[in-house]
């Protein structure tokens, strides 16, 4: 087993808070998007629209749901993890996560929300992007530190040919 699987006292409970954090970002993100629906008529046809930045984080709710479930696939089932892959997931999840907080921040603006939920569901659902984009990078550098250490399950090391008998 190499290092990346056999940090399960780390990566299990990192993980698992990452799956309840996608979940309520989930609720939060579509709670904002039902809420923040724009329609209009426009010749005859109605057009509908939302904010691109809850769109997106809506995403990578979603996405981060798929990539946890592959995760914890791997850490039981290890011979189907790649630690380069599983690297490359998490790198690219948490610049997901990094633009979508961002997104959201600037979206509701600095000012206050006062007694309007769905602009607080919006702002609570940046602050959980913020700790979600953490969480992917706490666990990206993990991933990426096995990755790159040299240990693999065949005892062969990273950019070095495996020795045959």
Known sequence: MD???SN???LLPLRGVAV???IIELGLTAYGVSAYDFCEIFE???????FGSLNFVLFASLWSLLLLAYLFATLRFGRFSHPIASFVLLLVTSLFWFSGFIA??????GSSCGPNRSCQ???AASAFG????LIFLVDAIFAGMA????????GQTFGQPMQTA
């Open 44 to 50: 005859g046809y109605q057009y509908c629209q939302t």
């Open 130 to 133: 913020a700790f979600l984009w």
């Open 8 to 10: 399960n006292k780390v």
């Open 3 to 5: 290092k990346f699987h």
């Open 20 to 22: 309840l954090f996608a």
């Open 121 to 123: 569901a919006i702002a």
């Open 147 to 154: 990755a790159f250490s040299g240990s693999r399950t065949s």
């Open 104 to 109: 959201l921040a600037v979206a509701i603006g």
